[in-house]
């Protein structure tokens, strides 16, 4: 039988390694897609990704249950990629624009209903879809990762990044706004 | 308001907000045609956004992750390496300067007392000792750092077990740090110390790890939701919540959908009220609907009449994917009693994810009606109407309620 998330935390901040490992194994699929997306590039969220979890595993004892533990855990996840991202400013300018294609991810759940001119066309819009984030100014593609690819809703996201709820909502609506932009000219033709 | 302040509510617009500002942006989009394109490439854009697919992590993510982990307790070793081969030389040289001692000045020094800094004290026969190779051990005596680490030893041999039970620990105060550390990191296994990478002053006293309480009696609750495979926009679909406990109890079980996901077999947030007994899982029905695309959460809380049985567990169900083609056909599972026609608004907003906006003008009617075998929201929508002698009128996918 599969074990509740609050047992897990409990026995992992008794010691127990391999409770420690079932969270990882819970959460790592949909932290590092958070990293993938505000960073990038998949090298960059598998590092982001590692490094999260060892910083989680080394002040487990910290959390205490005042926010849920995915909260606490995002917290976490954010700072590292907003500190490489800040690494990246300073080394290379450049690399601040996402990187990667599509073309080699794999969809967990391709869809299946479309026809081949579909999912062609809707491989290009998640082209430049993913395109236009790493356009965006770092923490306005935070958040709009954590709200709209994560799901987090925007008290946590304000807890997480340790922003005001005005400030959340604000920045959310304003990179939406700059993705729109970056994407007028992928609307335009079919309006 | 003009088209930049219009745009600034994009994001309350698209969720169905009702507030004031929200309502005189509908009203400047209803007459500006290039806001009414702003919305829709913001509205696809949004869409857009919650259909990137989930990547697959690549397959060293994990191991990678699992390997990080396992070095962080070994990095004691070093430092117990420095440390051993030290605590060997100061062993060295005292056995060296002991057999000076004996040798050189041992006739003086027979019989002397030696006071030790920790006020204890030893009678030596020193040449006697010598002789018999017990030197080292004679010196033994209190406040002696080989003592002190004799005692380290000691107790680092029942700390494991009061680390189980939750205890504070230290160590006697005249126990010197370093040597206690050391051995410390070889008494430990290494899964003991979550978190702890080096040694300093701090670690002197063992730190108190924060253990959850022990599983309340008579027993703990464990859920086990399993998501729905099928996960379109606007389609109702069932996961199932296994509710399986080891006590018996009276349990309230609520649900919330948060954000795009709403659960319309809960009746105000409760999906079910009664007995939850031991070795009987309870097996529920909760029946979803998606009215955004992406990623979508949702939290599970069984209250019991024990307190301490309160159970949470929280579920993120990725890859809704789709988008309402027409807000109006949502069906709706709700039953008024004497409900009044905003409150009843604001639930069916609710319960189906459409926009509703309660103009100034209808008269605030109570509603009776039963819609739990389920209908459309829009449908819903026009019975509310008709009972207060309104109208409704649909604007971009905004449901308008006026007199």
Known sequence: MRVSQETLIARAQAGDRRSFDQLVADAYTLVFNTAYRVLGD????????????????????????????????????????????????????????????????????????????????????????????????PEHRMVLVLYDLAGFPYEEIAAMLDLPL???????????NSLREEMAAYWEPTE | ????????????????????????????????????????????TVAAVRDLPLVAPPAFVLPGIY?????????????????????????????LALVVWAVV?????????????????????????????????SLSRPGSP?????????????????????????LAPTVPQLPAMGNWAGAFEPE?????????????????????????????????FTPPAERS????????????????????????????????????????????????????????????????RLRLVVEANLAEARTELEVIVPGFTGELTNAGSVVVTLRFVETPLRQAARELAAASGARVVVHEGVPEVHITQDYSAGVPVAAALRVLAEAADSRVEERDGVFHLLK
């Open chain 1, 42 to 137: 998949q090298d960059l969220a598998a590092d982001a990704t590692q490094t999260a979890f060892v910083r989680a595993y080394r002040s487990l004892t910290s959390f205490g249950g005042r926010s849920s533990f995915t909260t606490w855990l995002y917290r976490i996840v954010t700072n590292v990629c907003l500190d490489m991202v800040r690494a990246q400013r300073r080394q290379a300018p450049a690399l601040t624009a996402l990187t990667d294609t599509p073309d080699d991810r794999t969809p967990d759940q391709p869809d299946e209903r479309l026809g081949p001119e579909d999912r062609l066309l809707q491989s290009e819009l998640q082209t430049a879809v993913h395109g236009a984030l790493g356009r965006l100014r």
């Open chain 1, 166 to 176: 005005g400030t959340v909502k604000s920045r959310l609506n304003r990179a939406r």
């Open chain 2, 1 to 44: 308001m003009d088209c930049l302040n219009c745009q600034e509510h994009f994001a309350e617009m698209l969720e169905g907000a009702t507030g004031e500002a929200t309502v005189a942006a509908h009203s400047h989009l209803a007459g500006c045609e290039d806001c009414r394109r702003a919305f829709a490439a913001y509205q696809r």
């Open chain 2, 67 to 95: 390997s990080a982990l396992n070095l962080l307790t070994p990095r004691r070793r070093p430092f117990v390496a420095l440390w051993q081969p030290l605590t060997a030389g100061l062993s060295l040289a005292a056995c």
């Open chain 2, 105 to 137: 000045l041992g006739p003086q020094a027979q019989f002397a007392p030696v006071a030790g800094p920790g006020g204890g004290t030893a009678r030596l026969g020193a040449n006697s000792a010598a002789s018999r190779g017990e030197a080292g051990a």
């Open chain 2, 146 to 170: 080989r003592s002190a680490r004799l005692r380290a030893e000691a107790n680092t041999r029942r700390l494991p077990a009061a680390r189980r039970a939750g205890a504070r620990l230290a």
């Open chain 2, 192 to 224: 003991v110390f979550p978190g702890a990478r080096t040694f300093g002053a701090a670690d002197a006293v063992v730190p108190a790890t924060p253990v959850a309480p022990a599983p309340p009696t008579p027993g703990p609750i464990q859920l086990t």
């Open chain 2, 233 to 296: 926009v606007g389609v109702p679909v069932v996961g199932e919540l296994v509710i399986d406990s080891q006590g018996t109890y009276d349990a309230t079980v609520r649900v919330m959908g948060q954000r795009g996901l709403r659960v319309p077999n809960a009746r105000e947030g409760v999906l079910y009220s009664g007995p939850v007994q031991k070795g009987k899982p309870l097996r529920l029905p909760v029946k979803l609907l998606a009215v955004q695309s992406g990623t979508q």
